[in-house]
């Protein structure tokens, strides 16, 4: 499944037997250049796309697949085509979004992409800033390349137009792929799309909801999934759709709703269903219950470090975080932190705000910490604590300082004089966020009986995470880094 047209409209194997993009096709589109290095870009990308792999994955620079979807059997790593060459894109996750330069499409980094989707998911966002690729030290010139072309400036993604602007005047196509739609298939990797309309008040409305005011008179009696099956036999069409008061004609081609009686026109908006958060998992869990993937411990034991085998599924995925958007450093060793009293603080706080939050406003995240190398012992035994860490500005609160970017967190990083460092990957509770300030000691009000849960450097991309209560984030993984090159001075 490819968005690639404006808001809610899908071309559905756009790109179906094209055969290209693998390595062929160099030179293409030579000479029309779009601003800011363009033509060089795109002949710097072609020259390094020659021999990669028949399978092309979320990872590499190119994803210029055949089938503009994601394999859905390779989020397991159950495709049976990954060797000889699967059709489809391969990813660790249903979507991944993609640019195009000339007529090839190339991935977008994890990063990147897990921040326009967390701002598409939001139906009531037409736009996000996109940043570009931060700290990429690779060898590799085509990605080199992607670097020059973004600069050090952000974009700006619209979500109507599907595309990426410079603040030059410079534009690139976006897309988003993902796995089927739910409405085509039975997979429980597919895709779930709900559907909107903007009622009189401005705001966006899940069809079967009631509206801003809590009028069930005007709740539709069709669901999202109806409109959803509909559609995807055909994006062109139009379907009606009734409530207790009115008949509605929905056009999917102009994405609008049409009241029959009033002909009063609203848009309407086809987004992927925000992501679940397991509160059931969370809430029926035993108070004793401990990841399963855990060593065993002692009944007296208040602590464990376990070093990771670097060979492990568990290594290698905490490695892929980091090395997203860190490099030029080697890996010492991996630890996992295990302590069941901070464990079940992160768990508890999550069952309490299961009971409050819907399923997607916990929002979990694994962030990185910058620490002191000899707080360690202290962090293991009692958690993180910003009156002891490394973090001298606190421009958005007096909290512990996380983020999305090993690159950022180094920069909290006490090294030695070997250039030995430390980060923390931890488990976090980010929730609602707000944008933070350097005399906040705790988030600002919420409503008048709650408060934000996370302050951030920018809301609507935020890099930076600041936290106020230990309860709130667990220090999952130790990791212990060396630079490449390092110079005290």
């Known amino acids: 499944m490819c968005d690639n047209g404006s808001d809610g409209g899908v071309s559905r194997g756009v790109s179906r037997g094209r055969g290209r993009g693998r390595g062929r096709g160099r030179g293409q589109g030579r000479g029309r250049g779009r601003g800011r290095g ?18 092309l994955k979320s990872t590499d ?13 390779a989020i397991n790593n159950k495709c049976i085509n990954n060797n000889k060459g699967c059709q489809y894109l391969h ?14 499409w190339f991935n977008f980094l994890i990063f990147q992409s897990k921040v326009l989707e967390t701002a598409y998911r939001n139906v009531a966002k037409d736009k996000c800033q996109i940043l570009p ?41 976006i897309r988003r792929i993902s796995t089927k739609s739910a409405g085509e298939s039975d997979n429980p990797k597919a895709t779930t799309y709900d559907w909107y309309f903007l009622d009189a008040q401005g705001i966006w409305i899940c069809y079967g909801h009631a509206d801003s005011l809590g009028n069930e008179k005007l709740v539709c009696s069709t669901t999202c ?5 509909r559609y995807l036999s055909d994006p062109r069409s139009s379907m009606t759709v009734s409530n207790k008061r009115f008949t509605y004609i929905l056009n999917f081609a102009q994405m609008t709703q049409t009241n029959l009686t009033t002909n009063k ?11 679940p958060i397991q509160k059931k998992v969370i809430l029926d869990k035993p108070k004793n219950c401990l990841p399963t993937h855990w060593s065993p411990m002692t009944d007296k034991q208040i602590c464990l470090l376990v070093q990771l085998d670097c060979d492990s599924s568990e290594y290698q995925n905490v490695k892929s ?72 500005r606190q421009d958005f609160g007096k909290g512990s300082y996380f983020s999305n970017s090993a690159a950022v967190a180094r920069g909290h990083c006490t090294h030695t004089v070997n250039g030995h460092f430390t980060l923390i990957l931890a488990e976090v509770i980010v929730g609602m966020v707000v944008q933070g300030s350097p005399s906040l000691t705790r988030p600002p009000a919420r409503s008048s009986s709650t408060l934000y849960d996370t302050t951030v450097d920018n809301v609507n991309d935020p890099v930076i995470f600041v936290k106020y209560d230990k309860e709130e984030y667990y220090p999952e993984y130790i990791i212990n880094l060396r630079e490449t090159f390092f110079n005290l001075n």
Request: some cysteine.
């Open 61 to 73: 620079v190119c994803g210029d697949v055949e089938i503009p979807e994601i394999c859905m059997l």
């Open 321 to 392: 975080l980091l090395k997203l958007t860190l490099h030029g450093v080697i890996i010492r060793n991996i630890q996992r932190l295990q302590n069941p009293y901070l464990w079940h603080q992160l768990e508890n706080k999550k069952a309490y705000l299961s009971k409050s939050y819907d399923k997607n406003q916990l929002n979990m995240q694994k962030l990185f910490h910058g620490v002191n190398s000899s707080t360690i012992d202290t962090i293991c035994n009692e958690n993180i604590d910003w009156r002891q860490g490394t973090t001298i």
């Open 91 to 104: 990813a660790k996750s249903t979507f991944h979004w993609q640019f195009q330069v000339g007529i090839k």
């Open 133 to 173: 690729p931060i700290d990429l030290n690779k060898s590799a010139s085509c990605a080199k390349a992607i670097l020059n072309f973004f600069g050090t400036e952000s974009w700006t993604a619209n979500f109507m137009r599907m595309y990426i602007k410079h603040s030059t005047g410079s534009k690139l196509q």
């Open 265 to 275: 026109v609203r848009q309407i908006r086809r987004r992927p269903s925000k992501a």
């Open 225 to 229: 999934e109806d409109i959803e099956k």
């Open 38 to 55: 363009m033509c060089n870009t795109r002949q710097n990308m072609d020259d390094n796309i020659e021999q990669i792999n028949m399978t």
